[in-house]
């Protein structure tokens, strides 16, 4: 992106204020230096391309870089070539490997995309990369939010247990109870006299 002694930044600087007609001095570009080449989208579609271009097989090309995106801990690799491959009719090959999501709000946060065209004799041919980034908790390869079908199960905290209160003796419905020190308790009922034999119960 730099060239040499920043030659290609200032071409672009120069091509930006031209195209969109800004004053001198009013347009500065800054580039920035990519923390893991592999797990940027940009990068590895630049890198079909250059390859297409020079010749080699679709297939080997977007297998090479499926492989370096998984090793340096990519939790999954889309690889999308559509056009005029093989023949006068065109196609679309699709290599994948790992784990994508395609919906959500966890798609903005972890998936990296990126397309490019390449121009070759049979006509056009589109590239396009998704890389799905791991969960980094310093937010250096990648989010620091986890994703949102993660369940955490965290141990159970050692809590006091809580005395058992003594049980209070209840009084029966109905009871007399008595008050004070030696009082007796009254029966409840008086058992009823039995009846005579014979009498009928007069």
Do not use: W
């Not at 590239?127 to 310093?138: A, E, F």
């Not at 419905?173 to 039995?194: E, F, K, L, Q």
């Amino acid at each position: 992106v730099l060239g040499e002694k920043g030659r290609r930044i200032r071409e672009l600087t120069s091509l930006v204020q031209k195209r969109f007609k800004f004053e001198e001095g009013q347009v500065e570009l800054l580039a920035e230096r990519v923390a893991n080449k592999a797990l940027c989208a940009e990068a590895q579609c630049e890198g079909i391309r250059f390859k297409l271009l020079s010749g080699t097989a679709v297939r080997r090309a977007c297998n090479a870089v499926i492989k370096s995106c998984m090793e340096e801990g990519a939790k999954g690799v889309e690889v999308v070539v559509s056009g005029k491959l093989r023949g006068a009719r065109a196609k679309a090959m699709k290599f994948r490997e790992g784990y994508m999501i395609k919906t959500g709000f966890s798609n903005r946060l972890y998936v990296r995309e990126a397309v490019r065209h390449v121009l070759l004799r049979a006509g056009v041919i589109g590239v396009k990369v998704r890389i799905m980034l791991p969960q980094d908790p310093h937010g250096v390869q990648g989010p620091k939010a986890p994703l949102a079908d993660i369940v955490t199960v965290f141990n159970p905290k050692e809590e006091d247990v809580a005395p058992v209160p003594a049980k209070v003796p209840t009084v029966p419905s109905g009871a007399a109870v008595a008050s004070g020190p030696g009082a007796a308790v009254p029966p409840t009922a008086a058992a009823a006299p039995p009846s005579a034999p014979g009498m009928g119960g007069f």
